[in-house]
């Protein structure tokens, strides 16, 4: 298809460079007449919207299922049909001296990214075609009328004509399909033969080929069946590099004596495993026989190992699990010890109960040899939790006495904590909580001179990594931003426009006050309520962003008269209210902020679409990392508890609903009216709507900046944002941020310490 769409589309805009002339002005005028406008403009715009969520969506679900490939090549596809329209529009008009035939243009307005051909529409045709979204069939056929949509406002408005916007579409299809040659499918060449004719350069044919499918660290599994006997086959690619991104995070946090070996490149990590099984087979202990290590292709090796028939240790019975069960494994892991070989990865899912009643041990590859003390004893630590998971800590501190001695136990009480435990092992521990507690007791009860201070393990913890990072990103892009700028224009502002930021600012304190009101579920008083808000301001310079001004709300509607459930779930409320609000209005300000209207092509702005990717990567990262899942179910669960029946409360008192919405919605406005205002008071005047673009978006990464109010974070992404997406030199943007946040940070910081200080005197809060 792609070979005839490309021979039409060239015949086509070979016809049109002969027969070029001034375009079709009466036809566009006719069509002009149809419908107005607004209409269009409006239908257009929601199309837009719609269809660049449903993107966000696919784009989502692609990295949920891991599906890199896919998104990939969706992505590719409509890059290409992006800059494949542009080259295309740039050359017609070099060639027909921008005298383009009435066929191929109906208006003389446009860009290069719309005129003739549309640059927009290509992209998410070729987008959908190669995205194949078939698990959600609505979606495609919702982007599908959404584009369908925009293609007839284009064509209504008189801006382009029915053959231009076939060829775009023709050049989206041939731009899906052309990526889907030069991509793939992600399909691989099929394993059966390879592996047959490896295993059968081993001797050992095989009859039978099982899948059973893979471990944390992406390898694959098979079973194999020959004339003599069974074999285990572990399938190690070079693209499936769970486990190294994992081994290699943790040796970030971990010093290195605790850190396991990182591993790159799938030959290492297959002669680190074989060396762990030969030295373990070496040691006496029963782990399974490592048979001989292959290769099917340059990126892709293969282990056999002897099939031994087992039950993992979560499969084993109370009555096999008793004392003399639980010395063996003891017995097992002294064979390894006794040797200087670290296993690294104990676990219920790593130790297992052979047919023959040994304790077996599996999954070394990220083991070490020569193991020094250190490792040695994070070894026992985690078979000391492994086996209290299961029988409790005082048995479990017990059996390790009774195997390794009283000495080797004190000594592991330091490393008794969840930092150098395994991956598997400290997820089993989120459901007990206490448990490392009370081993570390047992262990004080049976060695009261062990060292009770917990050894150093970590290079730092993950709080402050991410603080630390924070605070080097900031930096730098403030460094950045800041080159060349002349810091004594913060001396000479307009008067009347900082005047009107300041009333803005003060404005801001009012809507807080109106919204917090109408979700109150008592009847507070609007004076009060106005000093709570400037109090909460006071409190803010000491927490992050937004937890200060909860806390102080929640304790002033209690104070009021509301229960502590009732005043946290109203708190919820605005707090819900205000997510509402904002994310559509940074759609909204975000696709504004690029259209033409009137006469305009209506494809959507790059801020919208750099607000969707955004969006997209934080829903996705959210969804797909448990920790960040349940970090932030766990911030916001306390406020929104008891939201709904709060709503549902609400949705009968019109007015209350209505102070509550009006209030967010005006406290939004004002923050942008300040900002905008702070801009044009240093000179310059990007517009309304792309200034609460920048503020929408600098807002959220403030909130999600672990720093007090956000210093920092948001002054650099206001920034940023004001350079990048409103064009303002950076001359002008420092200036008015900083003025921005004097007036809306630092200012009422001294009006709030009053206000804080009487609400305390008279018991409000």
Request: contains cysteine; glycine residues 8%.
């Amino acid at each position: 298809m792609a070979v005839i769409g490309s021979g039409v589309l060239f015949l086509v805009l070979l016809f049109a460079v002969l027969t070029s002339g001034p375009p079709g002005t009466a036809e566009a005028e006719e069509l002009r007449g149809l419908l107005p406008e607004s209409l269009l403009f409006i239908a257009a715009g929601l199309a837009n919207i719609t269809v660049i969520l449903l993107i966000s969506v696919t784009v989502v679900e692609r990295l949920l299922r891991r599906a890199y490939r896919q998104l990939v090549r969706a992505l590719s596809a409509a890059a290409l049909g992006y800059v494949l329209v542009l080259c295309l529009n740039a050359a017609l008009i070099a060639l027909t001296a921008d005298m383009l035939p009435g066929f191929l243009s109906a208006s003389d307005a446009g860009g290069i990214a719309s005129s003739p051909l549309h640059a927009y529409l290509a992209a998410v045709t070729a987008y959908l075609r190669a995205a194949r979204p078939v698990q959600l069939p609505r979606v495609a056929g919702a982007m599908t009328l959404g584009i369908a949509v925009t293609a007839a406002s284009v064509v209504l408005s008189g801006y382009t004509t029915v053959v231009s916007l076939l060829l775009t579409f023709l050049i989206g299809l041939i731009c899906a399909d052309l990526v889907f040659y030069l991509v793939g499918s992600g399909a691989q060449a099929p394993l059966r033969p390879r592996l047959d004719r490896e295993l059968s350069r081993f001797g050992m044919e095989p009859l039978s080929l099982t899948p059973r499918g893979g471990d944390a660290e992406g390898n694959q599994h098979f079973v194999a069946e020959t004339v003599g006997r069974r074999l285990d086959v572990v399938l190690l690619r070079a693209d499936m590099a769970n486990g190294v991104w994992k081994r290699l995070l943790t040796r970030i946090a971990l010093r290195d004596p605790a850190a396991p070996p990182v591993l790159l490149g799938v030959r290492r990590r297959v002669e680190h495993t074989a060396l762990l099984e030969y030295a373990a087979g070496a040691a006496g202990a029963a782990t399974p026989r490592l048979l001989a290590v292959g290769e099917l292709d340059l990126g892709t090796a293969v282990l056999v190992r002897e099939h031994v028939r087992s039950r993992a240790l979560g499969d084993v019975t109370d009555d096999t699990f008793d004392d003399a069960f639980v010395d063996r494994i003891w017995d097992e892991l002294r064979l390894l010890h006794r040797h200087r070989v670290a296993h690294r990865n104990l676990s219920a899912a790593t130790i297992a109960l052979r047919a023959d009643g040994r304790v077996m041990f599996t999954g070394l590859s990220t083991g070490t040899i020569a193991a020094g003390p250190l490792a040695l004893s994070l070894d026992t630590a985690a078979l000391i939790t492994t086996i209290a998971l299961r029988v409790g800590p005082r048995r479990a501190v017990a059996s390790a006495v009774r195997s390794a001695g009283t000495e080797t136990v004190a000594a592991t009480l330091p490393f008794i904590q969840g930092a150098g435990l395994p991956l598997a092992l400290r997820r089993a521990l989120r459901a007990h909580r206490t448990l490392l507690g009370r081993i570390r007791e047992e262990i004080s009860l049976v060695a009261p001179d062990a060292p009770a201070q917990a050894a150093k393990v970590e290079r730092m913890r993950p709080r402050a990594v991410v603080s630390v990072v924070a605070a080097t990103v900031v930096g730098l892009v403030l460094a950045y931003q800041l080159t060349g700028v002349d810091l004594s224009t913060i001396r000479n502002p307009s008067a009347p426009w900082a005047w009107g930021a300041l009333a803005m600012s003060l404005a801001c304190m009012l809507a807080a006050a109106l919204s917090l009101i109408g979700f109150s579920p008592v009847r507070i008083a609007l004076w009060r309520t106005l000093l709570v808000q400037f109090a909460a301001s006071f409190i803010r310079i000491a927490t992050p962003a937004g937890l200060g001004s909860l806390a102080i709300n929640t304790r002033y509607l209690a104070r009021s008269g509301a229960t502590t459930p009732e005043a946290v779930a109203a708190v919820g409320v605005s707090q819900l209210a205000g997510l509402i609000t904002h994310v559509p209005l940074l759609l909204l300000f975000a696709y504004l902020a690029g259209t033409a209207y009137p006469g305009g092509d209506f494809a959507p702005s790059l801020a919208l679409l750099i607000v969707a990717g955004a969006l997209s990567l934080v829903v996705a990262a959210v969804l797909a990392l448990p920790r960040l899942r349940r970090a932030l179910l766990a911030r916001a669960r306390p406020y929104f508890r008891g939201v709904l029946p709060q709503l549902l409360d609400l949705i009968q008192q019109p007015r209350r609903l209505a102070l509550g919405m009006g209030g967010t919605l005006l406290l939004t406005f004002s923050f942008v009216l300040c900002l905008y205002f702070s801009v044009v008071a240093f000179g310059h005047d990007p517009g309304v709507v792309a200034i609460g673009v920048v503020f929408l978006a600098g807002n959220a990464i403030g909130s999600a900046a672990p720093s007090p109010g956000g210093i920092g974070a948001v002054e650099a992404a206001l920034i940023g944002g004001l350079t990048a997406v409103a064009g303002v030199p950076a001359a002008v943007a420092l200036p008015a941020v900083l003025l921005f946040r004097v007036l809306t940070f630092w200012l009422p910081v001294l009006p709030g310490w009053a206000a804080f200080s009487h609400l305390q005197r008279v018991e409000a809060i």
